[in-house]
């Protein structure tokens, strides 16, 4: 129990001031910890791999894994398709995200038309999105336009699905307050429901991020002459382990920088719904 912490908070307010929000601690034990692992876990990996002890085929030596990254940015190769696959995955989310958070606020406003599509939506969100890649391809071509459709398709389900849940009301004392004041449809979705889904639009954005990225190799596994997906799929048909190996790290970086991002935005937009359990 923090009493000085609280007290001072309590002063704070009782003078007219704002409460300092408590800010995430960053944990350097706990980072140089993780950091230490993963010195040990390539330490490891380079000594199976250049002692034979683990076939290159399955495990490469990260250095060479290192090596084929630093050649690739050199001649700029890497930085293309790197391009591509960036581009493709924020295009394809922002635009799923914004059609699913919008298609839950409208659903959510109009009880009569959520029970008429659900069961579509159940279906829908049944169907392995990754297996209609092929049809969109034909639809739409090869190129940007089918791998952005296919990161839309991909990551919008579970967006739209986490913020139909946030857009429901659940406080009846706030939904009878709201109605008492004659509040019209547009100004209890912005006063009471858009508010009380932030967390849980955040919680979707946080899933959709990661189908994104899967989304975008998976389109360019199928139908494209660019991107990560690309660079792996022509690693693999000439037994380049270590160029693969490198599209993973590469990827593997991406989603960590997406996810990041997504937690910064989440901290800065939705800041009173913070864990508070990581918090001394």
Not at 31 to 50: N, Q
Not at 151 to 166: D, E, H, T, Y
Request: aromatic share 10%; hydrophobic share 55%; net charge positive.
């Amino acid at each position: 129990m923090s009493v000085t912490s609280d007290t001072h908070q309590d002063r704070k307010v009782a003078a007219g001031e704002a409460p300092s929000l408590p800010r995430p601690q960053f944990n350097i034990p706990t980072r140089l910890s993780s950091f230490i692992l993963v010195v040990l876990l390539l330490g490891l990996a380079e000594y199976a791999a250049r002692g034979g002890h683990v076939s290159r085929l399955i495990l490469p030596a990260p250095s060479e894994v290192v090596s084929v990254l630093w050649d690739g940015f050199k001649s700029g190769f890497l930085l293309e398709h790197v391009l591509s696959s960036t581009y493709s995955t924020l295009v394809g989310f922002l635009l799923g995200a914004a059609i699913a958070i919008g298609a839950a606020g409208f659903l959510a406003t109009i009880p009569a038309l959520e029970k008429i599509l659900t069961p579509f939506i159940v279906a829908f969100q049944s169907l392995p999105k990754i297996a209609i890649a092929p049809l969109i391809v034909l639809w739409l071509g090869f190129g940007d336009l089918s791998k952005m459709t296919i990161v839309i398709v991909v990551c919008f389900f579970p967006i739209m699905i986490n913020a139909l849940q946030g857009f429901k009301i659940r406080d009846r004392n706030h939904y009878e307050l709201f109605k008492s004041l004659g509040a019209t449809r547009m100004q209890m979705f912005f006063g009471l429901r858009l508010p009380h889904a932030i967390p849980y639009i955040f919680a979707g954005l946080h899933i959709g991020a990661i189908f994104a990225l899967i989304g975008t190799v998976v389109a360019e596994f199928v139908g494209t002459d660019k991107g990560l997906g690309y660079v792996m799929l022509q690693a693999k048909a000439n037994f380049d382990v270590p160029s693969v190996y490198a599209c993973l790290a590469l990827l593997m970086l991406m989603g960590i920088l997406l996810n990041a991002l997504m937690s910064f935005l989440e901290r800065k937009v939705s800041f009173w719904a913070n864990d508070v359990s990581a918090m001394p």
